[in-house]
Protein backbone atom coordinates (compact mmCIF):
# COMPACT_ATOMS: atom_id res chain seq x y z
CA UNK A 1 0.00 0.00 0.00
CA UNK A 2 1.07 3.62 0.13
CA UNK A 3 3.38 5.03 2.52
CA UNK A 4 2.28 6.92 5.69
CA UNK A 5 5.09 9.82 5.85
CA UNK A 6 7.52 10.62 8.67
CA UNK A 7 10.77 12.36 9.11
CA UNK A 8 13.13 10.18 10.99
CA UNK A 9 14.93 12.13 13.29
CA UNK A 10 14.04 14.69 15.75
CA UNK A 11 16.63 16.12 18.14
CA UNK A 12 15.50 18.32 20.78
CA UNK A 13 16.56 19.90 24.50
CA UNK A 14 14.93 19.06 27.43
CA UNK A 15 12.27 21.09 29.00
CA UNK A 16 11.76 22.11 24.48
CA UNK A 17 8.53 21.58 23.00
CA UNK A 18 8.46 18.79 20.37
CA UNK A 19 6.39 18.48 17.00
CA UNK A 20 6.50 15.18 15.14
CA UNK A 21 4.48 15.33 12.12
CA UNK A 22 2.78 12.87 10.13
CA UNK A 23 1.25 12.65 6.38
CA UNK A 24 -1.33 9.67 5.96
CA UNK A 25 -2.70 8.11 2.66
CA UNK A 26 -6.44 7.30 3.58
CA UNK A 27 -8.72 10.51 3.60
CA UNK A 28 -11.50 7.78 4.86
CA UNK A 29 -9.53 6.71 8.19
CA UNK A 30 -11.56 6.44 10.78
CA UNK A 31 -8.80 6.98 13.95
CA UNK A 32 -5.47 7.73 13.63
CA UNK A 33 -2.85 6.81 16.21
CA UNK A 34 0.36 7.84 17.80
CA UNK A 35 2.81 4.82 19.11
CA UNK A 36 5.77 5.23 21.10
CA UNK A 37 8.34 2.61 21.12
CA UNK A 38 11.32 2.47 23.79
CA UNK A 39 14.50 0.41 23.07
CA UNK A 40 14.23 -3.15 23.12
CA UNK A 41 10.39 -3.06 23.64
CA UNK A 42 7.06 -3.46 22.03
CA UNK A 43 4.61 -0.40 21.24
CA UNK A 44 2.89 1.20 23.38
CA UNK A 45 -0.79 3.40 22.49
CA UNK A 46 0.64 7.14 23.31
CA UNK A 47 -2.63 8.77 21.91
CA UNK A 48 -5.22 8.68 19.06
CA UNK A 49 -7.71 10.82 17.65
CA UNK A 50 -10.82 10.44 15.93
CA UNK A 51 -11.39 11.59 12.07
CA UNK A 52 -14.14 14.20 12.90
CA UNK A 53 -12.14 16.00 15.80
CA UNK A 54 -9.27 18.82 14.58
CA UNK A 55 -7.07 18.68 17.80
CA UNK A 56 -7.16 16.39 21.15
CA UNK A 57 -5.05 17.29 24.30
CA UNK A 58 -3.97 14.71 26.54
CA UNK A 59 -1.63 16.32 29.72
CA UNK A 60 1.45 16.77 27.85
CA UNK A 61 0.50 15.74 24.37
CA UNK A 62 -1.39 17.41 21.94
CA UNK A 63 -2.17 15.79 18.45
CA UNK A 64 -3.45 17.82 15.43
CA UNK A 65 -5.15 16.61 12.54
CA UNK A 66 -5.71 18.48 9.23
CA UNK A 67 -8.21 16.28 7.29
CA UNK A 68 -7.78 18.19 3.97
CA UNK A 69 -3.59 18.38 3.65
CA UNK A 70 -3.63 14.24 5.39
CA UNK A 71 -1.32 15.97 8.17
CA UNK A 72 -1.28 15.11 11.82
CA UNK A 73 1.54 16.30 14.49
CA UNK A 74 1.87 15.05 17.94
CA UNK A 75 3.47 17.53 20.04
CA UNK A 76 4.93 16.91 23.24
CA UNK A 77 5.02 19.92 25.79
CA UNK A 78 8.19 20.16 28.44
CA UNK A 79 9.98 17.24 26.29
CA UNK A 80 11.89 14.96 28.84
CA UNK A 81 15.40 12.61 28.36
CA UNK A 82 12.45 9.40 29.04
CA UNK A 83 10.34 10.99 25.90
CA UNK A 84 13.47 9.83 24.25
CA UNK A 85 11.98 6.90 21.64
CA UNK A 86 10.55 6.28 18.62
CA UNK A 87 7.21 6.82 17.50
CA UNK A 88 5.23 6.00 15.10
CA UNK A 89 1.66 7.41 13.79
CA UNK A 90 -0.56 4.97 12.32
CA UNK A 91 -3.83 5.12 9.98
CA UNK A 92 -6.78 3.11 10.26
CA UNK A 93 -7.87 1.27 6.76
CA UNK A 94 -10.95 0.44 5.47
CA UNK A 95 -11.34 -2.96 6.74
CA UNK A 96 -11.79 -1.60 10.08
CA UNK A 97 -8.81 -4.15 11.48
CA UNK A 98 -5.59 -3.26 10.10
CA UNK A 99 -3.29 -0.17 10.71
CA UNK A 100 -0.91 1.54 8.36
CA UNK A 101 2.11 2.27 10.30
CA UNK A 102 4.71 4.71 9.35
CA UNK A 103 8.88 4.29 9.61
CA UNK A 104 9.33 6.16 12.93
CA UNK A 105 10.41 9.22 13.76
CA UNK A 106 13.56 8.67 16.41
CA UNK A 107 13.66 11.76 19.10
CA UNK A 108 16.65 12.56 20.66
CA UNK A 109 16.28 14.58 23.97
CA UNK A 110 19.25 15.80 25.14
CA UNK A 111 20.16 17.67 28.36
CA UNK B 1 -4.70 -8.37 33.75
CA UNK B 2 -5.16 -8.40 30.05
CA UNK B 3 -2.34 -8.50 27.83
CA UNK B 4 -0.27 -9.89 24.94
CA UNK B 5 2.39 -11.94 25.96
CA UNK B 6 5.25 -12.99 23.80
CA UNK B 7 8.12 -15.67 24.21
CA UNK B 8 11.12 -16.33 24.49
CA UNK B 9 12.11 -12.66 24.56
CA UNK B 10 15.56 -13.78 23.09
CA UNK B 11 15.82 -16.56 20.61
CA UNK B 12 19.54 -17.82 18.73
CA UNK B 13 18.87 -19.79 16.06
CA UNK B 14 21.20 -22.29 14.52
CA UNK B 15 21.48 -22.09 9.88
CA UNK B 16 18.66 -24.19 8.73
CA UNK B 17 17.06 -24.63 11.59
CA UNK B 18 13.23 -23.68 11.94
CA UNK B 19 12.03 -21.86 14.87
CA UNK B 20 8.67 -20.85 16.62
CA UNK B 21 7.67 -17.83 18.37
CA UNK B 22 4.89 -18.06 20.79
CA UNK B 23 2.57 -15.20 20.54
CA UNK B 24 -0.58 -15.14 23.16
CA UNK B 25 -3.39 -12.74 24.62
CA UNK B 26 -6.25 -12.37 26.41
CA UNK B 27 -7.62 -9.70 25.84
CA UNK B 28 -10.16 -11.49 23.51
CA UNK B 29 -9.02 -9.95 20.50
CA UNK B 30 -10.46 -11.10 17.25
CA UNK B 31 -7.21 -10.23 15.15
CA UNK B 32 -3.48 -10.95 15.47
CA UNK B 33 -0.56 -9.73 13.82
CA UNK B 34 2.79 -10.47 13.27
CA UNK B 35 5.61 -7.70 11.95
CA UNK B 36 8.99 -7.78 11.71
CA UNK B 37 11.04 -4.85 12.45
CA UNK B 38 14.92 -3.62 11.15
CA UNK B 39 16.54 -0.89 11.74
CA UNK B 40 15.86 2.31 10.27
CA UNK B 41 12.67 0.04 7.74
CA UNK B 42 9.55 0.52 10.21
CA UNK B 43 7.37 -2.33 10.80
CA UNK B 44 6.68 -4.63 8.17
CA UNK B 45 3.58 -7.19 8.04
CA UNK B 46 4.40 -10.67 8.32
CA UNK B 47 0.88 -12.05 8.24
CA UNK B 48 -2.33 -11.27 10.03
CA UNK B 49 -5.90 -13.25 11.05
CA UNK B 50 -8.78 -12.25 11.77
CA UNK B 51 -10.65 -14.86 12.95
CA UNK B 52 -9.47 -18.46 14.08
CA UNK B 53 -8.70 -21.24 11.23
CA UNK B 54 -8.08 -18.56 9.12
CA UNK B 55 -5.21 -15.92 8.16
CA UNK B 56 -3.58 -14.07 5.15
CA UNK B 57 0.02 -12.97 4.08
CA UNK B 58 1.56 -9.57 4.73
CA UNK B 59 3.91 -8.22 2.89
CA UNK B 60 6.91 -10.68 3.51
CA UNK B 61 5.41 -13.99 4.17
CA UNK B 62 8.43 -15.72 2.39
CA UNK B 63 9.62 -17.86 4.88
CA UNK B 64 6.97 -17.82 6.96
CA UNK B 65 4.25 -19.35 8.59
CA UNK B 66 1.49 -19.56 10.93
CA UNK B 67 -1.60 -21.09 12.72
CA UNK B 68 -4.36 -20.25 14.64
CA UNK B 69 -6.45 -23.18 16.03
CA UNK B 70 -7.47 -20.96 19.27
CA UNK B 71 -8.26 -16.96 19.44
CA UNK B 72 -5.73 -16.64 22.59
CA UNK B 73 -2.44 -18.44 20.03
CA UNK B 74 -0.66 -17.09 16.63
CA UNK B 75 2.15 -18.60 16.77
CA UNK B 76 5.14 -17.83 14.00
CA UNK B 77 7.34 -20.02 12.50
CA UNK B 78 10.48 -18.94 11.30
CA UNK B 79 11.55 -21.67 8.52
CA UNK B 80 15.11 -22.64 7.15
CA UNK B 81 13.72 -20.92 3.71
CA UNK B 82 13.76 -17.42 5.39
CA UNK B 83 17.25 -16.25 4.26
CA UNK B 84 17.74 -13.31 6.69
CA UNK B 85 15.73 -14.05 9.57
CA UNK B 86 17.89 -11.81 12.48
CA UNK B 87 15.46 -9.19 13.46
CA UNK B 88 12.82 -7.71 16.03
CA UNK B 89 9.32 -9.70 15.96
CA UNK B 90 6.24 -8.15 17.32
CA UNK B 91 2.91 -9.62 17.61
CA UNK B 92 -0.21 -7.31 18.05
CA UNK B 93 -3.61 -7.42 17.99
CA UNK B 94 -6.87 -5.69 18.02
CA UNK B 95 -10.75 -5.90 17.65
CA UNK B 96 -12.27 -4.27 15.00
CA UNK B 97 -12.59 -0.57 15.21
CA UNK B 98 -9.60 -0.16 17.48
CA UNK B 99 -5.94 0.00 17.80
CA UNK B 100 -3.97 -2.67 18.41
CA UNK B 101 -2.02 -3.71 21.42
CA UNK B 102 1.45 -4.63 21.12
CA UNK B 103 3.56 -7.64 22.58
CA UNK B 104 6.85 -6.92 23.89
CA UNK B 105 8.50 -8.34 21.35
CA UNK B 106 11.35 -11.47 20.63
CA UNK B 107 14.81 -10.90 19.28
CA UNK B 108 15.97 -13.74 16.78
CA UNK B 109 19.52 -13.97 16.07
CA UNK B 110 21.08 -16.13 13.53
CA UNK B 111 24.38 -17.86 15.01
Given at each position: GEDVEQSLFLSVREGDSSVINCTYTD????YLYWYKQEPGAGLQLLTYIFSNMDMKQDQRLTVLLNKKDKHLSLRIA???????AIYFCAESLNSGYALNFGKGTSLLVTP | DGGITQSPKYLFRKEGQNVTLSCEQN????AMYWYRQDPGQGLRLIYYSQIVNDFQKGDIAEGYSVSREKKESFPLTVTS?????TAFYLCASSIRGNGYTFGSGTRLTVV
Open positions: SSSTDTQTGDS | LNHDAQKNP
